[in-house]
């Protein structure tokens, strides 16, 4: 079976695009499917802040311009046992020509993980070249300078022949957002994932650990562990991500303890 591979877009910056990205490769990988995560952001890499990942001299840019084969470029995220292409820091923004994308996903399509997750960069990012991939996953905030850009991403899409979904990112609940009734109504499409405004994020990029490693019953984890349902679904129950029968029990008892003074 060639991966499946999907690209994290968004038109705007800022939406949620690598949160996204990394806690779903980290919660594929955690549920026993061999994932690799590729940080495409060329012009601001981010994937290494959320993963704790020494940034080197040596990443997805030494592929793309053909100085270092696909092994040479694969590190191991310890903690999940992701494999992960770093972005590589350089101050001069880097563009890829849209052939070396085309010759990236043809790699990619041969290599035998199970699931690509690639963080792009915002924007269009010659989008004929991304033909090959399995689907794209759009991110957008409930608002509508977000929105209108995941609107119009949707129809380029669409020309293009490329599957897309959709998950909403940062959802407050508050009366000026669009709710998630409308976006389903315009975006006709499906979908996947409504994931909260989450204080687990700011925590975990502080600390460097995905949300979905640090705290697995957060509402934004609850809810990757629902999306990663969507493409791993043979793998249900995924009893890591819920409190074991026991702690449930040491969770009660410990509720009637009385606090020591
Ligand atoms: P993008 O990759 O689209 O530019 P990021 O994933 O880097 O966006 O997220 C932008 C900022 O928003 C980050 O500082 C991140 O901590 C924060 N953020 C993203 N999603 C959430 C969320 N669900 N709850 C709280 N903060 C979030
Ligand atoms: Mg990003």
């Known amino acids: 079976m060639p991966p499946y591979i999907i690209r994290v877009s968004s038109l705007k910056g800022g939406v949620g695009k690598t949160t996204i990205a990394t806690n779903l490769a980290v919660m594929l990988q955690m549920r026993g499917h061999r994932t690799l995560l590729v940080d495409c952001d060329t012009t601001n890499p981010s994937v290494g802040f959320f993963l704790g990942m020494e940034t080197s001299n040596i990443g997805i ?13 694969v590190a191991v995220h310890s903690a999940s046992g992701l494999r992960v292409i ?12 849209p052939r070396m994308i085309t010759r990236m996903l043809n790699e990619l399509g041969k290599s035998n993980y199970e699931f690509i997750i690639i963080d792009t960069r915002p924007g269009y990012d010659g989008i ?5 991939i399995s689907e794209a996953l759009i991110v957008t905030l409930p608002e509508v300078p977000s929105y209108s850009g995941t609107i119009r991403s ?8 490329i599957k897309h979904k959709l998950v909403v990112n940062r959802i407050k609940n508050s009366k000026y957002e669009i709710q998630i009734d409308e976006i389903n109504e315009t975006y006709e499409n499906k979908i996947v994932g409504a994931f909260p405004e989450d204080p687990i994020i700011p925590r975990s990029v502080s600390e460097k650990i995905p949300a979905v490693l640090l705290d697995q019953n957060s509402k934004f984890s609850v809810q990757m562990l629902r ?22 029990i040491r969770r009660i008892i410990n509720s009637f303890r009385k606090p020591k003074a």
């Open 128 to 132: 004929t070249s991304w033909r090959s």
């Open 154 to 161: 949707a129809k380029d899409f669409d020309k293009t022949g």
């Open 86 to 97: 770093n972005g590589q820091i350089d101050m001069d923004p880097y563009l890829p020509d």
């Open 61 to 73: 840019i030494s592929w793309l311009k053909s100085q270092a084969q696909l092994d040479e470029v």
């Open 227 to 248: 999306l990663s349902n969507i493409y791993a679904p043979n793998n249900f129950f995924y009893p890591r991500i819920y409190e074991s029968f026991m702690d449930i």
